[in-house]
T-cell receptor, first 114, second 113 residues
Framework: AQSVTQLGSHVSVSEGALVLLRCNYSSSVPPYLFWYVQYPNQGLQLLLKYTSAATLVKGINGFEAEFKKSETSFHLTKPSAHMSDAAEYFCAVNSGTSYGKLTFGQGTILTVHP | NAGVTQTPKFQVLKTGQSMTLQCAQDMNHEYMSWYRQDPGMGLRLIHYSVGAGITDQGEVPNGYNVSRSTTEDFPLRLLSAAPSQTSVYFC????????????FGPGTRLTVT
């Protein structure tokens, strides 16, 4: 079984501040982990993914995430928020047992204040 | 290269009506799936297919049917619409490895009254 918990359904930061979106996962086997972003009225777009290579993964738009097996976490960070980062972010896990059967977290809405 | 396309973008149904949500991809992906998105619940897998002629149930399959006659198309059928099926529906496709990125369509917003 696999599951994902995103801590905080809403996160608000000021422009230029650090962005930290939290994700914890549960998986019975080494997982593949993903962060997707959804802008208003659009589909989901891949930000980055962890596939058991480097534990620190860099993605698009300056985002990165670190896989920590001991903490079962895959938190998303960005050093300096931009207004264009305002969106909903989803963490997802695939335990690798069945093709692309992703399990998503409930999502975190990021608001960026001027 | 259009990626993943979905039609219609919006739909309003009355309880008990049936309809088909269309999904097509032009990337020759073997894996296709349907998700529904509800506030505070993320995306939940409805049905998926690992190739033409092969489909299986996801987490929330009740009230939905799928078929996969070609690699490109993966329609989702609502047999008898219920208000609980009011949601935003996303189709996605990918290559078959579990580590592969899934490409999402723009979504269909369905309201059942």
């Amino acid at each position: 079984a696999q599951s994902v918990t995103q801590l905080g359904s809403h996160v608000s930061v000021s422009e230029g501040a650090l962005v930290l979106l939290r994700c914890n996962y549960s998986s019975s086997v080494p997982p593949y982990l993903f962060w997707y972003v959804q802008y208003p009225n659009q589909g989901l777009q891949l930000l980055l993914k962890y596939t058991s290579a480097a534990t620190l993964v860099k993605g698009i738009n300056g985002f990165e995430a670190e896989f920590k097996k001991s903490e079962t976490s895959f938190h998303l960070t960005k050093p300096s928020a931009h207004m264009s980062d305002a969106a909903e972010y989803f963490c997802a896990v695939n335990s690798g047992t069945s093709y692309g059967k992703l399990t998503f977290g409930q999502g975190t809405i990021l608001t960026v204040h001027p | 290269n259009a990626g993943v396309t979905q039609t219609p973008k919006f739909q309003v149904l009355k309880t008990g009506q049936s309809m088909t949500l269309q999904c097509a991809q032009d990337m020759n992906h073997e894996y296709m799936s349907w998700y529904r998105q509800d506030p505070g619940m993320g995306l939940r897998l409805i049905h998926y297919s690992v190739g033409a002629g092969i489909t299986d149930q996801g987490e929330v399959p009740n009230g939905y049917n799928v078929s996969r006659s070609t690699t490109e198309d993966f329609p989702l059928r609502l047999l008898s619409a219920a208000p609980s099926q009011t949601s935003v529906y996303f189709c996605a496709s990918s290559t078959t490895p579990s580590s592969a990125e899934q490409y999402f369509g723009p979504g269909t917003r369905l309201t059942v009254t």
